[in-house]
């Protein structure tokens, strides 16, 4: 049942509007938290947007307004080290936060909680979709939240009852994930290229929103330059200098 679920998982991006309770979202936190975290410091904090004009706000700002505004539920993930702060500070020590180091600690701690989140809210008939166009304004999104120094946001997320069910994209073959023992880069012009065959094959025929487009050439033109280039100067500012 377990491994059906995960296998299910798509993005849904309209919903029908129902309202998610607080005993819901209470008890999907509670499930989230019970994720593996880092030497258990458990640097991620939520913000369930409840205010209307402050989701209406982190749509605009995320380039997402369509979904928040049919959302049963909106929240915004944020890696979190002023609670740590707080702790080193009953502890008489100013902790050291701003290394790399935290930083992938932090993200890699949001991450976690972020999918057994997702997980509980999906058990439950749910659907979710993250949001990484919160990085696209993250200062003002700071701003909005009041998110201060040690804490800056992640990714968004909506989540609620699907007004319908979407097909499951294709991943990629397993044996491009999968190396044994050493890293094997020679496969990928075969395997790139069954995938990419796969993908032209999902795009064509799906239920909606239908396109030629192909795995590889989207990878291409997403990366082909810098993206967020200000992500590092926001988050000196937040007291992450990468030491």
Known sequence: MVKELLRSHSSVRKYTGELISKEVVVDLVETAQMAASSHFVQAYSVIWVTDEEKKKKLGELSNNEFQFGTAGASFL??????????????????????????????????????????????????????????????????????????????????????????????????QAVLHENNYDVEQYDTLLDEYDATMEAYYTNRGSNRKM?????????????????FINEFLAKKGFTWK
């Open 213 to 229: 487009a192909n795995w590889t050439k989207q990878m291409a033109d997403f990366l082909i330059e810098q993206r967020r280039p």
């Open 77 to 174: 993930f944020c890696v979190d080290f002023k609670r740590l702060q707080v702790a080193g500070q009953k502890n008489g020590v100013e902790i050291v936060a701003d290394s790399a180091e935290n930083v992938l600690v932090g993200v890699a701690d949001v991450a976690l909680f972020a999918q057994n989140f997702v997980i509980a809210a999906e058990s439950k008939g749910y659907g979710i979709c993250y949001i990484g166009g919160a990085r696209n304004k993250p200062q003002e999104i700071s701003e909005l939240f009041k998110l201060p120094e040690y804490v800056f946001p992640l990714f968004a997320m909506t989540i609620g009852v699907p007004t319908k069910r979407y097909e499951t994209k294709p991943r990629l073959p397993v």
